[in-house]
């Protein structure tokens, strides 16, 4: 046994040998989890993991076809209520 290995198992770390990556993220976003809570596991995942595609173009695309007057009338009732 490797001196780096032998070590990790008399300090008492289990070494996984056969982890597939999307098991390692599983039991690191777990972790991140219990230490953090659901707030910091939100913001740590805001704050690390990049959005895909180019977001003015994709917006550019929706953006047009929304009618705020259509959805005021359908949603800012329930902000006015209050």
């Not at 990790?8 to 599983?26: L, R, S």
């Not at 707030?39 to 009618?67: C, H, P, S």
């Amino acid at each position: 046994m490797a001196p780096a290995v032998s070590l990790f198992f008399e300090i008492g770390i289990m070494i996984p040998m056969a982890m597939t990556n999307d098991e390692i993220i599983k039991k690191g976003c777990a972790a991140l989890m219990k230490e953090s809570g659901l707030v910091g596991y939100l913001r740590f995942m805001q704050r690390f993991i990049g959005g895909r595609g180019d977001y003015t173009k994709e917006r550019a695309k929706w953006i047009d076809k929304v009618d705020f007057f259509e959805l005021d009338k359908k949603f800012g009732k329930r902000s006015r209520r209050k």
